[in-house]
């Protein structure tokens, strides 16, 4: 099983959760997909675009379970990312972690599988 992460804003998380579905980010939504990294595009991700952000959230999937609707497109630097082209089911989540910020970085430790 390959698994994918989304990192996102706890309250947004919890918000999904009640509704049972997650749209996606104000970013994901002007794209037109939802970003997701793999776990050697993650710590990358986080740094460049949630940087000094507390109260985060790591979440996992199983990127089989996303279906046809997930794509895995060049982006940064040419890298393959995967983006879902649909609205996300929370009951896929494997897990959902807080993701903390300490001395000047996300801390992944025991995060990625």
Do not use: N
């Not at 109260?55 to 999937?61: E, I, P």
């Amino acid at each position: 099983m390959a698994l994918i992460y989304k990192i996102m804003p706890g309250t947004d998380w919890a918000a999904a959760q009640e509704c049972g579905v997650y749209e996606g980010s104000p970013v994901d939504r002007t794209d037109g997909f939802i970003h997701f990294s793999t776990a050697g595009q993650v710590e990358e991700t986080a740094a460049k675009h949630f940087a000094g952000q507390d109260g985060l959230v790591l979440v996992a999937f199983d990127e089989a379970a996303l279906g046809e609707k997930l794509l895995f497109e060049p982006s940064r630097g040419g890298a393959l990312f995967p983006h879902l082209y649909a609205p996300l089911p929370t009951a896929l989540a494997l897990s959902a972690h807080p993701l903390p910020w300490r001395d000047g970085a996300h801390d992944f430790t025991g995060l990625l599988a």
